[in-house]
């Protein structure tokens, strides 16, 4: 009864280096998101999908890219990390876009 | 100005105290969701709602949709129930917009 696991739960990278974060998800949900939380910020969406294959620009997609190859795994990656994406980051699903959703437990990027 | 403001920012009760959260959105919405947030992170969802009122516990969430407005309320509070709570909503089938939060600490 996983939910929605997150990985790595922390990470340091240096500037320029490139890393990618994975969200899995065992409820077959076909809406998966990720969101980025910034001090005295609401979430704010990056990217999301709305079933296998499919991926859309959120709010702040600048800088990252994503894939869900599989309906239950959306990938986040990020090609040449900037100081100005630290941040923690959260993934979401849920079965329909009009339905709760469910996170994960952030993953907490640092880039020097 | 954002489209969801949540008030206080900051709370800090004694134990046993009757809370109130506010939240405020600007749009008309479909749905308004409340959240929680422990230290250390996991985000938990508490409640979806529409119209009226929902309880689950000692947890009380209304939606006044005439005044944009809704509350949560969490009655004979703990220090268990410290924590950031975060108000979101959705405009028709559109993602949420979340608010900044509003951060609780139940002294015992």
């Known amino acids: 009864n996983a939910g929605v696991t997150q990985t790595p739960k922390f990470r340091v990278l240096k500037t320029g280096q490139s890393m990618t974060l994975l969200c899995a998800q065992d409820?077959?949900?076909?809406?998966m998101y990720w969101y980025r939380q910034d001090p005295g910020m609401g979430l704010r969406l990056i990217h999301y999908?709305?079933?296998?294959?499919?991926?859309a620009k959120g709010e702040v997609p600048d800088g990252y890219n994503v894939s869900r190859l599989k309906k239950q795994n959306f990938l986040l990656g990020l090609e040449s990390a900037a100081p100005s994406q630290t941040s923690v980051y959260f993934c979401?699903?849920?079965?329909?876009?009009?339905?709760?959703?469910?996170f994960g437990s952030g993953t907490r990027l640092t880039v020097v | 100005k954002n489209e969801v403001e949540q008030s206080p920012q900051n709370l800090t009760a004694q134990e046993g105290e009757f809370i109130t959260i506010n939240c405020s959105y600007s749009?008309?919405?479909?749905?308004l969701h409340w959240l929680q947030q422990h230290p250390g992170g996991g985000i938990v969802s508490l409640f979806m709602?529409?119209?009226g009122k929902k309880k689950h516990g000692r947890l009380i969430a209304t939606i006044n949709i005439q005044e944009k407005h809704s509350s949560l309320h969490i009655t004979a509070s703990h220090p268990r129930d410290s924590a950031v709570y975060i108000c979101?909503?959705?405009?028709?089938?559109?993602?949420?917009?979340f608010g900044t939060g509003t951060r609780l600490t139940i002294i015992p």
């Open positions: 979401a699903s849920s079965p329909t876009a009009n339905y709760g959703y469910t």
């Open positions: 409820m077959n949900h076909e809406y």
């Open positions: 999908s709305v079933g296998e294959g499919t991926t």
């Open positions: 749009v008309g919405i479909s749905a």
């Open positions: 709602l529409s119209s």
């Open positions: 979101a909503v959705r405009k028709g089938n559109e993602k949420l917009t």
